[in-house]
């Protein structure tokens, strides 16, 4: 902890950059811009950042997205646990598609 007396500083020289929250938000951060990528929607999450709060927790701000997006992105999510409930229970008979919305390029 920054202000605490043995990790050899005080709060005025600590940094984000050094604690295990801001790193953990920044991989995630990482990842899931990935897979928005993969997704094509990685225009659509202008907000998406990785962020430490006053208490050096990790957070990931996704930030607000319009109607579309938040509707694709609920598909995305409901299909990916279709796809694995039934891989957990039997192999899927045909690969599942995502319609892209009209008036996307």
């Known amino acids: 902890m920054p202000t605490d ?3 050899g500083q005080d709060a005025a020289a600590w940094s984000p950059l050094e604690s ?7 991989n995630a951060t990482t990842a899931l811009r990935d897979a928005l990528v993969s997704a094509g929607l990685e225009k659509d999450f202008p907000y998406l950042r990785a962020e430490l709060n ?7 701000e996704l930030g607000r997205v319009s109607p579309g997006t938040a509707e694709r992105l609920a598909e995305l999510l409901r299909l ?9 229970h039997e192999e899927p008979t ?9 008036g996307r390029t």
């Not at 295990?20 to 920044?26: F, L, S």
């Open 94 to 102: 045909s690969p599942t598609t995502i319609e892209e919305p009209q």
């Open 20 to 26: 295990d929250g801001w790193y953990a938000a920044r």
């Open 5 to 7: 007396p043995s990790s």
């Open 54 to 60: 006053a208490f050096g927790n990790g957070l990931v």
């Open 80 to 88: 990916a646990l279709e796809h694995s409930f039934a891989r957990d």
